[in-house]
């Protein structure tokens, strides 16, 4: 398996630009995590999915984040309009019901000047 | 709010001895407890996962648990340089698939020559 896959691996933008990440969960997987990485902070999660459905979202910071799912291969994590403390390592995770820990992909360095 | 706390270090080790890693965690009803390490600039690596009070052990590392305390630790035995990364403590509330986990900001261990 070519594990979680996830797009663009940097992404450099200006402020008030729309983002997109792109994410592929392991297939099978049936839960896909999404957590953004500071120094400051630490991992952060903001949102998860099981079976395509939002579980908890309760960790995105504000109404400028959204993501979807809209099947079992793919999720987006999008940012309009992104700001500069927007700048961070965003990750994707999988992991399926009966299994332990998370699958995380290479993650995206987002930048925002 | 769950809290899951870590010394940031750095660690440092020579080459050969025992690096020891500890995390502690507010919530009581914490049900699963796993360490992850990261290379600097990659992504978060499931290395050892823990359920139960006691000792477990995966090769080179031990993790440790004790409930009552709310303490979890990681040892490496026989420390090499290729083990310099940044450790994160995870701690979930359940032990399936959908576990939702708070990490820990990470301590970084540096294993010297």
């Known amino acids: 398996d070519a594990g979680v896959i996830q797009s663009p691996r940097h992404e450099v933008t200006e402020m008030g630009q729309e983002v997109t990440l792109r994410c592929k969960p392991i297939s099978g997987h049936d839960y896909l995590f999404w957590y953004r990485q500071t120094m400051m902070r630490g991992l952060e999660l903001l949102i998860y999915f099981n079976n395509n459905v939002p579980i908890d979202d309760s960790g995105m910071p504000e109404d400028r984040f959204s993501a979807k799912m809209p099947n079992a291969s793919f999720s987006t994590l999008k940012i309009q309009p992104s700001e500069p403390r927007d700048s961070a390592v965003y990750f994707c995770?999988?992991?399926?019901?009966?299994?332990?820990?998370?699958?995380f992909g290479s993650g995206t360095r987002l930048t925002v000047v | 709010q769950k809290e899951v706390e870590q010394n940031s270090g750095p660690l440092s080790v020579p080459e050969g001895a025992i690096a020891s890693l500890n995390c502690t965690y507010s919530?009581?009803?914490?049900?699963?407890f796993f360490w992850y390490r990261q290379y600097s600039g990659k992504s978060p690596e499931l290395i050892m996962s823990?359920?139960?009070?006691g000792d477990k052990e995966d090769g080179r590392f031990t993790a440790q648990l004790n409930k009552a305390s709310q303490y979890v630790s990681l040892l490496i035995r026989d420390s090499q340089p290729s083990d310099s990364a940044t450790y994160l403590c995870?701690?979930?509330?359940?032990?399936?698939?959908?576990?939702?986990?708070?990490f820990g900001t990470g301590t970084q261990l540096k294993v010297e020559l």
């Open positions: 919530d009581r009803v914490s049900q699963s």
């Open positions: 995870a701690v979930g509330g359940l032990t399936g698939g959908g576990n939702k986990l708070t």
């Open positions: 823990i359920y139960s009070n």
């Open positions: 995770a999988s992991s399926f019901t009966g299994g332990y820990g998370y699958t």
